[in-house]
């Protein structure tokens, strides 16, 4: 276990790979969403949207197999069943002549895509722990956001001299890739004293075990609410700058704007939180988080339509902003108090956020037709309950600080 050691560049980047395929099958394809509709003969783009959450759907079911297999039989074989998983989905989803295949193909892709996302941060927690974790986390994804950045130009460009298939060909490209790299630069993290023989009960045991964690649990729920509103953004983010502004070829540049911002609060976070620690940052820009959509709703509650472009962005470059200093370290707390159970801990919380945070994207992005005020009432509402819960956090943490 590694506190204060510096760490490899590499290491770094690999992790942040592992992750990024999953940012790559989501926000590659968002410039496609309607030459595939056309394709599969799905012209309305609210059914479209469940091509972006329900990939979410497999990725909370997947990491409920996946953490516990890791913790009995060793962190990378998970990883290569993973991206085995994830070929099939990508090859149901080229197939696919409907919607309804579509999507089971993308639930597939999601399922696979859970190893890696899974093992990255299992292993992370098998090397690190605590703020110096969450410093780890932020460098990680720091790289990770380079990909929502780059992955919507890229599927337009794929669009325009290709078609949308080639999209799926370069995901798998680059998974295979990535699958070299674990296994010929990463050495197995979990040591063989920390195994946990693989049994019907051992989900159940690792539950009864994380339960007992009150900040685990806590914190599990306000990454799924925060998830939940983050990826109504992803889903429905086309509708509104396509369809709702008419902004077609500049939508992939705007995505990437946005996530730009993301990425720089991530790196900035990376920095701050061995000063200020994990706690202070993720509090503070929750509380931004939920203000600044509160004010935008409070705006234009009444409006018809959205307001001009510039002001939306600037809600939106400040709502995103933000997120850099929540993901990482909400995670991150999480994780902390359950290293001894780290792949199981990490299945279920990702699970747990994942399948609140797919029904509150769903049940929001249906309002979505002709404003985005929808977006902003979700995230005024899921970041004030957040925002209740982490004070209820604070609270117990504090009293556990003072008993120990």
Same mark, same amino acid.
């Given at each position: 276990?590694?506190?204060?050691?510096?760490?490899?560049?590499?290491?770094?980047?690999?992790?942040?790979?592992?992750?990024? @395929?999953?940012?790559?099958?989501?926000?590659? #394809? /968002?410039?496609?969403?309607?030459?595939? !509709? &056309?394709?599969?003969?799905? %012209?309305?783009?609210?059914?479209?949207?469940?091509?972006?959450?329900?990939?979410?759907?497999?990725?909370?079911?997947?990491?409920?197999?996946?953490?516990?297999?890791?913790?009995?039989?060793?962190?990378?074989?998970?990883?290569?069943?993973?991206?085995?998983?994830?070929?099939?989905?990508?090859?149901?989803?080229?197939?696919?002549?409907?919607?309804?295949?579509?999507?089971?193909?993308?639930?597939?892709?999601?399922?696979?895509?859970?190893?890696?996302?899974?093992?990255?941060?299992?292993?992370?927690?098998?090397?690190?722990?605590?703020?110096?974790?969450?410093?780890?986390?932020?460098?990680?994804?720091?790289?990770?956001?380079?990909?929502?950045? @780059?992955?919507?130009?890229?599927?337009?460009? #794929? /669009?325009?001299?290709?078609?949308?298939? !080639? &999209?799926?060909?370069?995901? %798998?490209?680059?998974?295979?890739?990535?699958?070299?790299?674990?296994?010929?630069?990463?050495?197995?993290?979990?040591?063989?004293?920390?195994?946990?023989?693989?049994?019907?009960?051992?989900?159940?045991?690792?539950?009864?075990?994380?339960?007992?964690?009150?900040?685990?649990?806590?914190?599990?729920?306000?990454?799924?609410?925060?998830?939940?509103?983050?990826?109504?953004?992803l889903s429905a983010s086309q509708v509104i700058f396509e369809t709702q502004y008419g902004l077609i070829e500049e939508f992939p540049y705007i995505f990437a704007g946005l996530a730009a911002g993301v990425g720089l609060s991530t790196f900035l976070n990376g920095s701050f939180v061995m000063r200020l620690g994990m706690w202070r940052l993720s509090y503070f820009a929750i509380i931004v988080f939920s203000v600044n959509a509160l004010l935008y709703v409070s705006l234009f509650w009444n409006a018809?339509?959205?307001?001009?472009?510039?002001?939306?962005?600037?809600?939106?470059?400040?709502?995103?902003?933000?997120?850099?200093?929540?993901?990482?370290?909400?995670?991150?707390?999480?994780?902390?108090?359950?290293?001894?159970?780290?792949?199981?801990?990490?299945?279920?919380?990702?699970?747990?956020?994942?399948?609140?945070?797919?029904?509150?994207?769903?049940?929001?992005?249906?309002?979505?037709?002709?404003?985005?005020?929808?977006?902003?009432?979700?995230?005024?509402?899921?970041?004030?309950?957040?925002?209740?819960?982490?004070?209820?956090?604070?609270?117990?943490?504090?009293?556990?600080?003072?008993?120990?």
């Amino acid at each position: 276990m590694q506190e204060n050691q510096s760490v490899k560049l590499e290491f770094i980047c690999l992790m942040a790979s592992l992750m990024s @395929i999953v940012a790559l099958a989501i926000d590659a #394809i /968002l410039p496609a969403m309607t030459s595939i !509709g &056309i394709s599969i003969n799905s %012209l309305d783009s609210n059914n479209n949207q469940l091509l972006i959450t329900m990939i979410f759907l497999g990725l909370g079911f997947g990491q409920l197999l996946f953490g516990p297999l890791s913790d009995s039989f060793g962190r990378k074989p998970i990883v290569y069943i993973g991206f085995s998983i994830f070929t099939i989905g990508s090859i149901v989803c080229v197939l696919s002549h409907s919607l309804e295949v579509m999507v089971l193909g993308r639930i597939l892709q999601g399922i696979g895509l859970a190893a890696p996302r899974t093992i990255a941060i299992a292993v992370i927690r098998d090397m690190y722990k605590g703020d110096y974790m969450a410093k780890i986390m932020s460098f990680v994804t720091t790289f990770f956001i380079l990909v929502p950045v @780059i992955a919507p130009v890229m599927g337009k460009f #794929i /669009l325009n001299h290709y078609d949308w298939k !080639g &999209i799926f060909y370069v995901q %798998l490209i680059m998974a295979f890739l990535v699958s070299i790299w674990f296994w010929k630069r990463q050495p197995e993290t979990l040591k063989p004293e920390y195994k946990i023989k693989f049994s019907r009960h051992v989900f159940l045991d690792g539950l009864r075990e994380l339960i007992k964690h009150k900040e685990t649990m806590g914190f599990t729920v306000i990454s799924g609410f925060i998830s939940g509103a983050f990826i109504v953004y992803l889903s429905a983010s086309q509708v509104i700058f396509e369809t709702q502004y008419g902004l077609i070829e500049e939508f992939p540049y705007i995505f990437a704007g946005l996530a730009a911002g993301v990425g720089l609060s991530t790196f900035l976070n990376g920095s701050f939180v061995m000063r200020l620690g994990m706690w202070r940052l993720s509090y503070f820009a929750i509380i931004v988080f939920s203000v600044n959509a509160l004010l935008y709703v409070s705006l234009f509650w009444n409006a018809t339509t959205n307001p001009s472009l510039a002001i939306i962005l600037v809600f939106m470059a400040i709502q995103f902003f933000t997120i850099g200093f929540i993901f990482g370290n909400l995670r991150a707390i999480a994780m902390e108090p359950i290293g001894h159970i780290a792949g199981i801990g990490a299945a279920i919380t990702g699970f747990v956020s994942t399948i609140m945070a797919v029904p509150i994207a769903n049940f929001i992005g249906s309002f979505i037709h002709d404003t985005a005020l929808p977006l902003f009432i979700g995230f005024t509402v899921f970041g004030s309950l957040s925002f209740l819960i982490f004070i209820r956090m604070r609270v117990i943490h504090k009293r556990e600080e003072i008993q120990a």
